[in-house]
Every structure is written in C-alpha cells, then in structure tokens.
C-alpha cells in the first residue's frame, strides 16, 4: 500500500488510510449480493495504463455497476456490467491521458438515473460527460459546459449531494497558486447547472489559492470545511490552516458561530484553525475531519515542531479558541518541496472513537500504514503503533505483483474501494510505477498492468 497525493488535497491515489473521493457509493434500489451469489470473487477488468498512479472509479447503482478507467492506450474507458456477470459492455470516450497524475477521473449518478463523468484535467478547460440514457454508459456524451463561466482551466472534479439529493460538482478554476473554488448545482428538470452560490466558495484570484479536503458530514449534521492556502506552484508555500461549517453548504460561519460572507478569502475573520507560516511543514492533503468520544471535532494535521521535525498535531474548538496538541515526538523531517504529484511521506487518518477508546490511523514512511491509540485528555500518542488492518487486502493485491526485475518491479498498488447496496465490498486494484512528478519518463512507457476488480463481503 502507499499513500499518494497530487497538489489536491482531495486527491488520493491510493487508499492506505482513507475512503477515496473517486468513489461514490452504492446509488439507487437495493441489488441482492450477485456476484458472490454466483461464486464470483475477482474479474479481469482490461491491461490499463502504468506509466504513473491516477485515480480511476467505480460506482455501483442497483444491479449495475460502473468503472471507469485509462486503458493501456490512455483512451479514457467506462466499463458497465450487471452485478452477477464478469462480462460487460466497454465504452471509449474521446479523451487521452498525459504523464500527469492529477488527472483522476470521477462519476455519479443524478435523481433519474442519468451517469455524469468528469476527470482527465489539470488547468484545461472543463471535460464533462453525460449519460442521454438513464443508466446507459454508452449514451454518454461530452457536454462542452455546465454554466459557461471560469471553466477554462479546471483541475479537480468532485462530485458530491446536497442536503436534499440535489447532485453538486466542484472544482477549481486556475491553477496551483492562482485560483477560485466554485460548486455547482444540477437540476434534473431542465438538464442544467447552475452555481450553488452567488460567489465562489474559495476566492485566491491571482495571489493564492485554496486547498480544501473533502467535505464531511459529521454525527452533528453540520457540514465541516477544512483547507489550506498556498502561494505558488511549489508545496513548501502551503499555510494557514482554516475552517468553516454549514447546514446547507449555502450558507456558513465559522467554529464559534459567527457567519460569513462568501467568497471565504485568506483574510476572511475567524477561519484560521492554525496559522503554520510557508515552509512551516503544512502541506496540502494531510489534514483529517474526526470526533472525539463525546462525537466534538477534531481536526488531525501535521507541521513541523520546533525543531523542525514533522509532528502530528490535533485541533479542536474550545472556549470560543482553537487548541492545537502536538500528538506525536517523531524523530524525523519530511523535507517536501518543489511542484508536481508528491508521494505523502506523513499522512494522518481521521480520528477514530470506538469502545471509550482513540485512535489514529497513519501513513508514515518510517513506520509505514500503522494505528495509533490516543490518550484522550493529553491527545498524545501511546505506546506502541499497530500494523493497520490491510492484510487481506495486500495479499490479494501482491498476488499480481509482477516479476522481480520487470519494468514494474518498483511497483505501486493503487486501490479503489466500494460497496453495493447488499453489503457486498469491491476493490480495483492495478500496479503503476510513480508519478515521477508528472514528467514523461525518458525510457517511455512501461507495459500495461491487470485491472482486477476484487469481490468480498
């Protein structure tokens, strides 16, 4: 397992410790567990492209079931197959991926049944498909715009739901350094998109821009917001942690309760959980949302101490102030710097509450994917970390490790995971070699790896 981040935050290529953003679960009427019914536990999906780790998709929706993903040629590809049949029908759309492994692609469904498909972007111009049959991935069509405007250089399509079902879009508009957050709204009736707000939700124009994590919708039913800011191109530059919440993901305010006026800018009042400085060893991507045992958020984080060394640090709201703990005393720096897809050498999970206990999950590249249990009034870690639970999923992934001293010897396993609506768990799972900063490799192409789809329950 690895963790890898391109400069989006949202962004994992490869689950070690979280749900990744490219997978929207189970949609539509409950299905019955066909495929373990019929005695079927993996699938070849197709030989895929290798040459660097970017997010592909799967989505389940009633008995059908979709994954979308770059064939050995790039071709951007959707498989649809029904839940019970390794065989499915291959649908090619008109798009080529590049060396770069921002370039995930994402899917979703709306109320009527309709596929939306974005992905292969990094500051280009908006590349959207949809669906002109409900649940027919081979009607889909490109659809050159959703509203017209600040989509010229678009890089991070997230598909996401609003509080009443309504299917949302966000995405970027500029590049790394320079740029707005927009989030769009689709209305079924009239086949459109229109902007969620008035105003952008994150404003940078060209002085900075922000890198937002996924939202999460906590036990408390507000909608939590955390990102950071960043300067340039380069990863060193990231700082100011930040926070905001919201009921309707229209209107927000910050962690004491005092609302907000959008577009949330750097100098926006009250939004600054931790203000680490550039260079200050925030980096895009490694912050968390959690709850601690009486269901209160906690953000998970890293920065550098005082030393210089990188630590895990943990945030919470407290009598009308955010306090940050330092979680960890780690002997050791992640010196990260310059531009392109970065692998995360620290990364923490959220924090995890269960049986009057605390625990973290964490990627570190000294102690590798491990659990941490967390004392829960001094937030430090205790004792000695765990192997995280992954060993089925390793061995399952490692059985299609290619041969030592193949052009994929010094291998990646990226996954992507899932579930139906009957219970039943997917995962693709594939080998690529790194992202070597999104630049071609000199030697070429390595050749194609196996796309397999994993089945359990």
Sequence with gaps: ????????????????????????????????????????????????WSGQPVGFALLT???????????????????????????GRTTILPTTL??????????????????????????IPLIYFRSTKPGDASTLERVPSMTANNEKSVTYPVFSYSPEGDLLFEYRSGSSGSGDTFRNRYDERTKTWKPLTAEPLFHGGTARNAYPIRLVLGPDKWYHQVWVWRESPWAETNHDMSYVRSRDLVHWETAGGTPVQLPLKLETPGIVVDDAPIRGGIINGSQSVGFDLEGKLVISYIKYDAEGKTQLYFARWQQNGWKSLQASHWNY???????????????????????????????????????WQVNPKTMELVGDPTPQAVAEKDTAADQYAPPAGSHLAARFTSDVAGHDASGATYRLTWNTLDANRDRPRPEGAPAPSMLRLLISK
């Design 1 to 48: 397992m690895f963790a890898y981040r391109t400069h989006c935050p949202s962004v994992l290529l490869a689950v070690a410790l979280l749900l990744p953003i490219f997978t929207i679960a189970a949609y539509g009427q409950p299905a019955a567990n066909a495929d373990l019914a019929a005695g079927i536990n993996e699938i070849d999906i197709a030989p895929v």
């Design 61 to 87: 929706h009633g008995d059908q079931q979709y994954i979308a993903y770059y064939a050995a040629d790039r071709k951007l590809t959707v498989l649809q197959r029904t839940l019970g049949h390794k065989e």
């Design 98 to 123: 590049g060396w770069d492994s921002h370039n995930y692609v994402t899917m979703a469904f709306d109320r009527d049944g309709y596929l939306h498909l974005s992905g292969n972007m990094h500051a």
């Design 333 to 371: 720096r992640w010196d990260f710097h310059g531009g392109g897809s970065i692998p995360m050498e620290v990364m923490p999970g959220p924090l995890q509450a269960s049986g009057g206990h605390l625990s973290v999950a964490v990627h570190h590249v000294v102690y590798g994917d491990v659990v």
